[in-house]
């Protein structure tokens, strides 16, 4: 389900947005807050396991619970900044000349 929602932005931020990939601004408004809310929980999850106790004092049960959050970590980092390169170069790799 999505909500109607009503924006009112700087030209500056229009201008940026009508410059990304997508047919339509609610697509490319809703793409970047989807990127944002990703970095965002990737940041909370972060604070979450620095705040963790330090390995010579976890039980197992603590032990298990910050192997959960690195993976998660590491797994919704990879997704949020992987994507298609815009290089020449990487285009290019595996082709023969």
Same mark, same amino acid.
């Given at each position: 389900m999505?909500?109607? #929602? @009503?924006?009112t932005?700087?030209d500056s931020? *229009?201008?940026? #947005?009508?410059?990304?990939p997508?047919a339509?601004r609610s697509q490319k *408004?809703e /793409?970047?807050?989807r990127?944002?809310?990703?970095a965002?929980r990737?940041?909370?999850?972060?604070?979450?396991?620095a705040a963790?106790? @330090?390995?010579?004092?976890e039980d197992a049960e603590? *032990?298990a619970?910050r192997?959960?959050?690195?993976?998660a970590m590491?797994?919704? @980092?990879? /997704? /949020?900044t992987?994507?298609p390169s815009?290089s020449?170069? @990487?285009r290019?790799?595996?082709?023969?000349?």
């Amino acid at each position: 389900m999505k909500a109607k #929602v @009503s924006l009112t932005l700087d030209d500056s931020l *229009v201008d940026f #947005v009508d410059r990304q990939p997508g047919a339509t601004r609610s697509q490319k *408004v809703e /793409a970047a807050l989807r990127r944002y809310r990703d970095a965002w929980r990737d940041i909370q999850l972060r604070e979450q396991l620095a705040a963790t106790e @330090s390995p010579e004092e976890e039980d197992a049960e603590t *032990v298990a619970w910050r192997g959960v959050m690195q993976e998660a970590m590491w797994r919704e @980092s990879v /997704a /949020a900044t992987s994507g298609p390169s815009r290089s020449r170069r @990487s285009r290019s790799r595996g082709r023969r000349s």
